[in-house]
Antibody, heavy 115, light 110 residues
Framework: EVQLVESGGGLVQPGGSLRLSCAASGFSFSYYWMSWVRQAPGKGLEWVANINQDGSEKYYVDSVKGRFTISRDNAKNSLYLQMKTLRAEDTAIYYC????????WGQGTLVTVSS | QAVVTQEPSLTVSPGGTVTLTCGSSTGAVTSGHYPYWFQQKPGQAPRTLIYDTSNKPPWTPARFSGSLLGGKAALTLSGAQPEDEAEYYCLLSYSGAPVVFGGGTKLTVL
């Protein structure tokens, strides 16, 4: 059974940093692109970033370029999202998803940026 | 960046049929956009319903189908059930850029 479990969310002040993690199981993690998708409160889904199988290709939505970094550790079956210089508009549930076009989703972790 | 458009809301009667559409600001949606459809119920994570225009994961009920219709991607629900009330999102892929979600369609079964 494919499982994706996010962690690392929480309350952070504007300008702060946070690192999200996603633990994957039930499939060959190193074979798949992986993605982060977010959803602001009461809003729709927004693709944030994705990464290829060996981490050599990374793509970001314009609003997070230069502030967020996606990475992965295939030995640990884990995906990460390092977020810096956080803004109020980054407040959202962040979902980890398998593949560049998501087929399996985690349950999400809430990031709140507020003073 | 391309904009992906969906109907903000639709209503269907129980047992009825409804079609949700997904358009692109760049022109006609084709199979090369690899249209995906997701269902999201309140308080839950999204769930993939349709991939690559018309293919279904094992968990997708037979009453859901995907297609291309009039230059858009389409999700048709035939025989709506109360449990189908949810938000539905489409996703399109573009060359040179990853993926873009539509704004979502709130489907009411009433």
């Amino acid at each position: 059974e494919v499982q994706l479990v996010e962690s690392g969310g929480g309350l952070v002040q504007p300008g702060g940093s946070l690192r999200l993690s996603c633990a994957a199981s039930g499939f060959s993690f190193s074979y798949y692109w992986m993605s982060w998708v977010r959803q602001a409160p009461g809003k729709g889904l927004e693709w944030v970033a994705n990464i290829n199988q060996d981490g050599s290709e990374k793509y970001y939505v314009d609003s997070v370029k230069g502030r967020f970094t996606i990475s992965r550790d295939n030995a640990k079956n884990s995906l990460y999202l390092q977020m810096k210089t956080l803004r109020a508009e980054d407040t959202a549930i962040y979902y980890c998803a398998r593949s560049a076009r998501p087929d399996y989703w985690g349950q999400g972790t809430l990031v709140t940026v507020s003073s | 960046q391309a904009v992906v458009t969906q109907e903000p809301s639709l209503t269907v009667s129980p047992g009825g049929t409804v079609t949700l559409t997904c358009g692109s600001s760049t022109g006609a949606v084709t199979s090369g956009h690899y249209p995906y459809w997701f269902q999201q119920k309140p308080g839950q994570a999204p769930r993939t319903l349709i991939y690559d225009t018309s293919n279904k994961p094992p968990w997708t009920p037979a009453r859901f189908s995907g297609s291309l219709l009039g230059g858009k991607a389409a999700l048709t629900l035939s025989g709506a059930q109360p449990e189908d009330e949810a938000e539905y999102y489409c996703l399109l892929s573009y060359s040179g850029a990853p993926v873009v979600f539509g704004g979502g369609t709130k489907l009411t079964v009433l």
